[in-house]
């Protein structure tokens, strides 16, 4: 019994504490896997905010005030990101970012919402998390899932105005995934999708299938899949005479298409992550990783760097730390990161970061933006 | 009909490789009742052997119907080696072990020679040249039917009509015929037996070669594991059509080839591959010996 008063009491110190260590920080809560199988998606999430933090600290803090880091770990698993939400929230945290894996994060989410909590993902990708308006505090800092076929649909819709659409799929699970968003979308904008069909991967051809696009009168082909299957239907396509837009994704934006595809290749558009190797911030981030690490930064580092800017800069534009006043300053503010000039929009993804189409021209891809 | 016509030739098309490959696996099936799973992989060296071929020929100048003759031969005397060797190391040893060996025996090849191309060239989609020029007269139709497709059909009807008549006339095919019936009793009325089954391997070979080069000048890319599916595709149609039976496997090979080309024209290329296997499935259920297969009680 004894104890246990002993235990409750030391609880209640530490409780009392951080109440009052409240006043004078700002308190940026980093839940994410930092053991465990996927430490190695969460832990340079983690490194990105000390830096941050620290350069920001040396500078004097924001609103005269520090920033102290709640560093939690989750390890990617729903059950503990719950305790760890409980627990950043008991500790008055005010803003997060994190978590990592998109399961983690929905698990955690309600309770940031409901304490009000602006919270920012730096590699959550599960398309609801925006898109489903549940959790008007969640905003990130990387492209959700669907971001390519939406991307791939106002493309074909506003600049190819194409009409009648075939859309064909590998039947694995990225390139049927991006299929069934393209459709949607097309579906929701007023389109035809006229051909919705998955193929064989590795099958000896698929003469049957581009005879059916033809058949179907298709004005442009959405592909989701890989490159190898690409560079056959796209050949198969020419030779026969029809020419028609060949729109995919990131799997076949990939110099081996062209080699393969060669002549045949030639307009394919593909969408693919935008570069940000010759951003200045993002060599000069990476650079600093190098510097107190002493390793490459791993993955989702600057899409980290980046969260922390846009949250620790909203705080600062709000002048506080009230969550009206910073989900405003999110959506505002255009911020300078790595990843380039970004904002949010009213869903909570980013605008500026993600994918951008390409298209060969003269046997290399070319961007062609919107 | 234009739509029917133009499924109608893909499926063709498609079913002349699966049959030209079907003939090596009902070959050697019929003489030695193995299933040489390493034959889909001889397929695949055929068309690696040809692209190097062809690509430094064509670095010397030359072009057209000479670079594909000859890079065609090449690969199929390459293949043919091949066959004739995979035999004598693989299988020949193990001629009176149970018949399970010699299976796994086939499996571990065709696994080696994967491997063995993955690592000696690369594991990356390699471009094929066009070798088969698209022909002028057949430019009114070139929507329907490529020059490529007409070559691959006509080639496979030629092979097959030359084999044929090799196995009925020429003193090998006699032997042939009767290594397959009786291979003690052939071998007693003084039949070179080793003889006739390395021939049996160098044509199935040779054939699967032909098969590689036309269909990789068809659709342009290779890499080493084309030859995984492909096989298993033309050892369906070689079950299909009745394994052991020259004209099972090229009947065998059109029917899987018209099977796909309609499931995916008519219905949906999602369900090609449930057609093609359900047919196997249903033919086999009233025919088990295929289509044209015999069915044989165990000799004794």
Known sequence: ?370 | MDYFLELFLGGLTRGSIYALIALGYTMVYGIIELINFAHGEIYMIGAFTALIVASALSLMGMSGLSLLILAGLVAVIYSSAYGYTIEKIAYKPLRQAPRLSPLISAIGMSIFLQNYVLLAQTSDFLSFPALIKEFEFMEPISHIMRSSELVIILTTLVSTALLTLFIKFSRTGKAMRATAQDKTMAMLLGVNVNRVISVTFIIGSGLAAIGGVLISSHIGQINFYIGFIAGIKAFTAAVLGGIGSIPGAVLGGMILGWTESFATGYVSSDYEDVFAFGLLVFILIFRPAGILGRSTSEKV
Not at chain 1, 78 to 97: I, T
Not at chain 1, 154 to 180: P, Q, S
């Open chain 1, 1 to 370: 019994m004894k104890r246990l008063i002993g235990c409750l009491m030391a609880l209640s110190i530490m409780l009392f504490a951080g109440g009052v260590y409240a006043a004078d920080t700002i308190k940026l809560g980093v839940p994410g896997a930092h053991s465990g199988d996927l430490a190695s998606y969460g832990l340079p999430s983690a490194n990105a905010a000390k830096l941050v933090v620290d350069d920001i600290n040396a500078k004097g803090g924001i609103l005269g005030k520090k920033v102290e880091i709640l560093q939690e770990d989750d390890q990617c698993k729903p059950e503990v990101a719950a305790n760890v939400g409980n627990k950043l929230v008991s500790e008055g945290v005010d803003v997060v970012m994190g978590h990592i894996c998109s399961g983690a994060t929905k698990a955690a989410l309600n309770i940031y919402n409901d304490a009000k909590i602006v919270t920012m993902s730096p590699s959550a990708t599960n398309v609801d998390l925006t898109k489903s308006g549940d959790y008007p505090n969640f905003f990130r800092t990387i492209s959700p899932d669907d971001a390519q076929a939406a991307l791939q649909v106002d493309f074909v819709i506003n600049t190819l105005k194409a009409k009648k659409i075939a859309v064909i799929h590998d039947k694995g699970d990225y390139g049927k995934g991006l299929a069934e968003f393209a459709k949607g979308y097309f579906e929701k904008e007023g389109t035809e999708v006229v051909l919705f069909e998955g193929i064989t991967t590795g099958a000896v051809d698929y003469s049957a299938v581009v005879q059916k696009i033809r058949r179907n009168k298709a004005d442009a082909v959405v592909y989701g899949g890989y490159h190898p299957e690409a560079a056959k239907i796209v050949s198969q396509m020419k030779k026969k005479k029809m020419d028609i837009f060949f729109v995919s994704d990131d799997g076949v934006r990939d110099e081996t298409f062209i080699k393969v595809a060669g002549e045949y290749a030639e307009g394919v558009y593909a969408t693919g992550p935008i570069d940000t190797s010759t951003n200045p911030m993002a060599i000069a981030a990476v650079e600093q990783h190098k510097k107190v690490y002493g390793s490459e930064p791993g993955a989702f580092y600057l899409n980290a760097y980046a969260a922390v800017l846009c949250l620790l800069n909203a705080v600062e534009k709000a002048g506080s730390t009230d969550y009206d006043a910073v989900t405003k300053a999110l959506t505002t503010e255009w911020v300078e990161t790595p990843l380039g000039k970004i904002s949010f929009d009213e869903r909570g993804d980013a605008k500026g970061i993600g994918f951008s189409m390409y298209q060969v021209r003269g046997g290399v891809y070319v961007e062609v933006g919107e």
